[in-house]
């Protein structure tokens, strides 16, 4: 059974910077993509940053220059360093990957979310 497990999040005044971790768990033949989203109240769930199959990274517009999505691939593990926090980056952070697990079934997978707090 795969897992992901997210840890990082908090209350941070604006400005300020926050660490995201995400490690992926369990029996993964291959991690196709794995990312970030997030959901602010009465707003869908949106893209943050996330690496591609390719390898490359996408990130929203309104976090570019701000966050860095980084991996330890040994590690199955996805960081995103969040710098020059502001107000409106307060949301539910969500870790996302599409990979195969050790039965080579290829499946999206959620962490729990973690929440970040950013104070004006």
């Known amino acids: 059974q795969v897992q992901l497990v997210e840890s990082g999040g908090g209350l941070v005044q604006a400005g300020g910077s926050l660490r995201l971790s995400c490690a992926a768990s369990?029996?993964?033949?291959?991690?196709?993509?794995m990312g970030w989203y997030r959901q602010a109240p009465g707003k869908q769930r949106e893209l943050v940053a996330a690496f591609t199959s390719g390898g490359s990274t996408n990130y929203a517009d309104s976090v570019k220059g701000r966050f860095t999505i980084s991996r330890d691939s040994a590690k199955s593990t996805v960081y995103l360093q969040m710098n020059s926090l502001k107000p409106e980056d307060t949301a539910v952070y969500y870790c996302?990957?599409?990979?195969?697990?050790?039965?080579?079934?290829?499946?999206?997978?959620w962490g729990q979310g973690t929440q970040v707090t950013v104070s004006s």
């Open positions: 369990g029996s993964i033949f291959s991690i196709n993509v």
């Open positions: 996302n990957a599409l990979l195969k697990s050790g039965t080579y079934t290829l499946n999206t997978y």
